[in-house]
């Protein structure tokens, strides 16, 4: 009898410490995830000419590109901007990219920096308003900025 309950107990703990054990690798998974998201996916330039010069270009390219600008100013050295929303891949969903971009003084004039993020709605028929917002890694819509803004730069500079 006591032989049987020993081995019911070592069954449930072992059952226990497989289950734990389990619990770690999930963990550890979500956590790497997070780290992931939490990474600063922004791409930095620095631009010749003085923040304020900077800011009117970079706002007209961001309007040029079929960004609307919802905040920020010179003065405060930012601007944030979202484009238009689009379907989602998916019936009833609906995307978004907002744009968010920070301008400092440099020693070689003024530094540039992007962060794009997606916004994405699962359902906006059933739940409207809850969407998720996923930081995008630096490609091709960063440099594409980046490059514009290099040109319109140097079109301000020859007139």
């Known amino acids: 009898m006591k032989s049987a309950r020993l081995g019911l107990v070592a069954v449930i703990a072992l059952a226990g410490l ?3 054990l389990g619990g770690c690798a999930v963990a550890d998974a979500a956590g790497q995830a997070v780290q992931r998201r939490l990474q600063d996916p922004a ?3 620095v631009f010749p000419g003085a ?3 900077v800011y009117g270009s970079l706002r007209a390219v961001v309007i040029r590109l079929g ?3 919802v905040r920020g100013s010179p003065a405060q050295g930012e601007l ?3 484009s238009a929303v689009a379907p989602g891949a998916d019936p009833g969903t609906s995307r978004q990219l907002v744009l968010r971009l920070r301008l400092a003084a440099a020693q070689a004039g003024t530094t540039v920096r992007v962060r794009l993020a997606e916004v994405l709605e ?3 028929s059933r739940r409207a308003g809850h969407a998720t917002e ?3 890694s630096p ?3 960063h440099e594409a900025l980046l490059a514009e803004l290099a040109r319109e730069l140097a079109t301000q500079k020859s007139r």
């Open 134 to 136: 996923v930081p995008l």
């Open 43 to 45: 791409v930095e330039r």
């Open 139 to 141: 490609g091709p819509r």
């Open 67 to 69: 960004y609307r600008v």
């Open 122 to 124: 699962a359902d906006s």
């Open 51 to 53: 923040p304020r010069e």
């Open 18 to 20: 497989a289950t734990g």
């Open 80 to 82: 944030e901007a979202v």
